[in-house]
């Protein structure tokens, strides 16, 4: 969906090294969420933002951090990479509790 | 928010409707029903959602049984590119000042086959 991108789309990073993924949305949503995605596990939700300054915790939160400093940009940071955070990672927004999530195209990482 | 139930995967013709089904029988009364799809590689896609009575939009239908313990999705026509994972997920909004966000389960591979 053209309204929210991903960056990078693909990235290979060293075991320790900080990574940061950005989403970016121009549908001017209210709520952002981090997905990560692997095999036999589904999707799963790591961090979410209700509003700008306002983020929480989903249920696979450790060893990430984000930041919403504005309404269009979402960060996810990976400290410092480990290989049990390979996986592919999905942006998500919606305006509204109500209404559905639009996704980003996801961001394959891969940590070795 | 109550778990859902889907058939692992199932299989279509092309041109002739898809339905999809799912079950929640612990769902309350202030949840709703949410489809979505992935299509191979791509991010989740979202499909249509309703509380109790039926709905369709351009892509397709939901049928909310009167208990809403179960639902199905209708794709009225398959194609090729409907073959994807469908995800049935029950929610509820969040109360005041609340989180709110979709858990979501392992879905049902649906093949539309030539």
């Known amino acids: 969906d053209a309204g929210i991108t991903q960056s990078p789309r693909h990235k290979v990073t060293e075991t320790g090294t900080p990574v940061t993924l950005r989403c970016h949305q121009t549908?001017?949503?209210?709520?952002m969420y981090w997905y990560r995605q692997d095999p036999g596990h589904g999707l799963r939700l790591i961090h979410y933002?209700?509003?700008?300054?306002?983020?929480d915790k989903g249920e696979v939160s450790d060893g990430y951090s984000v930041s919403r400093s504005k309404t269009e940009d979402f960060l996810l940071t990976l400290e410092s990479a480990t290989s049990s955070q390979t996986s592919v990672y999905f942006c998500?927004?919606?305006?509204?509790?109500?209404?559905?999530?639009?996704f980003g195209s996801g961001t394959r990482l891969t940590v070795v | 928010d109550a778990k859902t139930t889907q058939p692992p995967s199932m299989d279509c013709a092309e041109g002739r409707a898809a339905n999809l089904p799912c079950n929640h029988s612990?769902?309350?009364?202030?949840?709703?029903v949410y489809w979505y799809r992935q299509i191979h590689s791509q991010g989740p896609q979202y499909i249509i959602h309703?509380?109790?009575n039926n709905e369709t939009n351009e892509m397709a239908s939901l049928i909310i049984t009167e208990d809403r313990k179960s639902s199905t999705l209708i794709l009225p026509h398959a194609t090729l590119r409907d073959t994807a994972v469908y995800y049935c997920?029950?929610?509820?909004?969040?109360?005041?000042?609340?989180?709110?966000?979709?858990?979501f389960g392992k879905g049902m591979k649906l093949t539309v086959n030539p």
């Open positions: 998500a927004s919606t305006p509204q509790m109500r209404g559905g999530y639009t």
């Open positions: 933002s209700y509003g700008v300054k306002d983020t």
């Open positions: 309703g509380l109790k």
């Open positions: 997920i029950v929610r509820a909004l969040p109360t005041q000042g609340g989180s709110e966000k979709l858990v």
């Open positions: 612990t769902i309350s009364g202030n949840e709703y």
């Open positions: 549908e001017n949503h209210r709520y």
